[in-house]
C-alpha cells in the first residue's frame, strides 16, 4: 500500500467516524422527540374525536337520523350504533389523551375511526375520507409504540418499579 492510498484510507476512516458520531447525534435528539410527538398525536385525536361526540350529543336528534339515514354501522341497528359510536367518541379520547390505558384505548379510537369511515366512505370527499386515514395512522402509532414516557401509564409504570 502507497502512503497516499494510505492517508485516503485514513481520511475515509475520519470522516466515516465523525459520520457515525452525527448520526448518533441525529438519533439522540430523534429519540428525545419521541415523547412530544406521541403527545401531541393523542392530543389532536382525542380533541377531534371528543368534538365529534360532544356535537353528537348537542344535536341528538340529529345524531338518530344520521345514523338511520346515513350512516350505515353492520350488525347494529341505528339506535345502538350512535349510542355506541357516540359513547366511543366521549369516553376513548380522555383515555388517549392522558395516556391511560394507552395501547387499548387507542385500539379502540381506531375501531371507533374505521367504523365511521366504512359506515359513511360512499358520502365523503377525497379531502374528509384522507383525515379518517392520517388519524388512523396516528392512532396506529400510538396503539404500536404506546402513548410514550408523557403518559398517564409510563408514570404508573415508573411508580411501581420504585
Given at each position: 500500500m502507497?502512503?497516499?492510498?494510505?492517508?485516503?484510507?485514513?481520511?475515509?476512516?475520519?470522516?466515516?467516524?465523525?459520520?457515525?458520531?452525527?448520526?448518533?447525534?441525529?438519533?439522540?435528539?430523534l429519540?428525545?422527540?419521541?415523547?412530544p410527538?406521541?403527545?401531541?398525536?393523542?392530543?389532536?385525536?382525542?380533541?377531534?374525536?371528543?368534538?365529534?361526540?360532544?356535537?353528537?350529543?348537542?344535536?341528538?336528534?340529529?345524531?338518530?337520523?344520521?345514523?338511520?339515514?346515513?350512516?350505515?354501522?353492520?350488525?347494529?341497528?341505528?339506535?345502538?350504533?350512535?349510542?355506541?359510536?357516540?359513547?366511543?367518541?366521549?369516553?376513548?379520547?380522555?383515555?388517549?389523551?392522558?395516556?391511560?390505558?394507552?395501547?387499548?384505548?387507542?385500539?379502540?379510537?381506531?375501531?371507533?375511526?374505521?367504523?365511521?369511515?366504512?359506515?359513511?366512505?360512499?358520502?365523503?370527499?377525497?379531502?374528509?375520507?384522507?383525515?379518517?386515514?392520517?388519524?388512523?395512522g396516528?392512532?396506529?402509532?400510538?396503539?404500536?409504540?404506546?402513548?410514550?414516557?408523557?403518559?398517564?401509564?409510563a408514570?404508573?409504570?415508573?411508580?411501581?418499579?420504585?
Amino acid at each position: 500500500m502507497t502512503q497516499a492510498t494510505t492517508a485516503t484510507s485514513r481520511g475515509i476512516g475520519e470522516r466515516g467516524h465523525l459520520l457515525i458520531q452525527l448520526w448518533g447525534l441525529v438519533e439522540t435528539g430523534l429519540d428525545g422527540l419521541r415523547s412530544p410527538a406521541l403527545l401531541a398525536a393523542r392530543l389532536y385525536v382525542s380533541y377531534v374525536f371528543f368534538s365529534s361526540g360532544l356535537q353528537s350529543l348537542r344535536d341528538w336528534a340529529g345524531t338518530v337520523w344520521l345514523y338511520q339515514n346515513e350512516f350505515h354501522v353492520a350488525l347494529l341497528p341505528p339506535h345502538v350504533a350512535a349510542v355506541v359510536g357516540t359513547a366511543g367518541e366521549l369516553l376513548l379520547p380522555p383515555l388517549v389523551a392522558l395516556g391511560l390505558l394507552g395501547r387499548f384505548s387507542a385500539l379502540g379510537l381506531f375501531v371507533v375511526n374505521l367504523v365511521a369511515l366504512l359506515s359513511y366512505m360512499y358520502a365523503l370527499q377525497v379531502p374528509a375520507i384522507m383525515f379518517h386515514f392520517i388519524w388512523g395512522g396516528l392512532i396506529l402509532m400510538i396503539a404500536l409504540w404506546g402513548p410514550g414516557a408523557w403518559s398517564v401509564d409510563a408514570w404508573r409504570t415508573a411508580r411501581r418499579a420504585r
